[in-house]
């Protein structure tokens, strides 16, 4: 639920959660009769409490940061293959290689919107519906060429740089649906919010507001919680994944190819050689 959300309003709402959590502490401590020499281990819960937000913190970040690398990373490889298929097309004959780097050039575009979709479940689904559809063209395109000339030994290194660039589709999918369990995310919230309420009854204890302080630590956590999220959230916050490998390989494909008159004489011709060809 948390996705359709913007990262700034939910810093701010666990902002404001945790000065009013706070606040609720303080009225508790100072309302609280307690004995001079009364024994209490009020300050072993608070730092209990504050350490187990730290470490919460600290895990919460290493597996978003971890993350965030392995899309960066599987955005780079899905570049780099989809690179290498357009230019073994050279490797096909003109009319299977025109058409070829015309459905390359579509799908590049379908993977550019399927990553910039980021975690809105609905947007993913459509252009990966779309970037199966280009992936049964291109392979039904390879394997016709393949038929046409079964004894060749260039066009097998097209389609093995073709699955590669079909399977790092899946690999991307993969990943950008891993997120931190909601779970996790809101046990956080919880203990941070438990330990605003320790801080705020340490403070009414003593009948000192803290004000500074209270900001102070309401302001840290919902940032590093706020960081967090961003970095959970590839396409949605300010921190996102750079396409801009992907986008370079569409820049390198240029405009629509159409399968001129000379190209189609020449498919023709290399068919005839091809079948001409004595056993």
Do not use: C
């Amino acid at each position: 639920m948390y996705n359709s959300v913007a990262t700034w309003v939910i810093v701010l709402v666990i902002g404001a959660l945790i000065l009013l959590m706070s606040e609720l502490g303080f009225r508790i401590g100072k309302n609280e009769k307690v004995s001079p020499t009364a024994d209490r281990p009020t300050g072993v819960v608070q730092a209990a409490a504050f350490t187990l937000v730290g470490l919460l913190i600290a895990f919460s970040f290493s597996i978003a940061l971890s993350r965030y690398d392995a899309r960066r990373a599987v955005t780079l490889r899905e570049a780099n293959s989809i690179g290498t298929t357009v230019l073994r097309t050279d490797l096909l004959d003109a009319q299977s290689a025109v058409r070829e780097r015309n459905l390359l050039r579509q799908y590049v575009a379908a993977r550019i919107a399927f990553a910039a979709g980021g975690t809105n479940p609905s947007a993913r689904v459509q252009k990966d519906d779309r970037s199966t559809a280009l992936q049964r063209d291109m392979w039904t395109t390879a394997v016709r060429a393949a038929r046409r000339d079964p004894r060749s030994t260039t066009i097998p290194l097209f389609v093995e740089s073709l699955n590669e660039t079909i399977d790092l589709s899946d690999e991307q999918a993969s990943i950008l649906s891993a997120n931190i369990p909601g779970l996790v995310l809101g046990v956080l919230v919880l203990i941070a919010l438990v330990a605003a309420v320790m801080m705020g009854f340490g403070f009414g204890r003593q009948n000192e507001r803290g004000f500074v302080s209270s900001i102070m630590f309401a302001v840290m956590l919902a940032l590093a919680i706020g960081v967090t999220l961003d970095l959970d959230r590839p396409q949605r916050g300010f921190i996102r994944v750079s396409l801009a490998p992907l986008t370079a390989v569409a820049r390198s494909l240029g405009p629509a190819e159409g399968v001129s008159r000379s190209a189609r004489k020449s498919s023709a011709e290399h068919r005839t050689l091809k079948e001409s060809r004595p056993l």
